[in-house]
């Protein structure tokens, strides 16, 4: 299942905020969704981004693709910056051969 962090549109009319949710990637925009990581409110000023930064990485480390306007504020909120020294940590140290 293709898995996708993307924004959920909540509110009234003309007063959108937005949550941040993990949803398969053919399920409607606000439709079904997984989890929701955080939200973004576009309507303060500034506007006001909260981001669970443990499950964000958590999702992203099991493949998760960002939308574009996600990505934007993952990358605002440093997890796209922590995902990358993630991902550019060495994860245990390979065997070496042994010499006969």
Sequence with gaps: MAVRIRLKRM???????????????????DGRFIETIGYYNPLTDPATVQVNVERALYWLEHGAQPSDTARD???????????????AQPTGTSPTPAES
Excluded: C, H, N
């Design 11 to 29: 509110g009234a009319k003309k007063r959108p905020f937005y949550r941040l949710v993990v949803a398969p990637s053919t399920a409607p925009r």
């Design 73 to 87: 504020i993952l990358r605002r909120t440093g997890v796209l910056e922590a995902f990358q020294q993630r991902k």
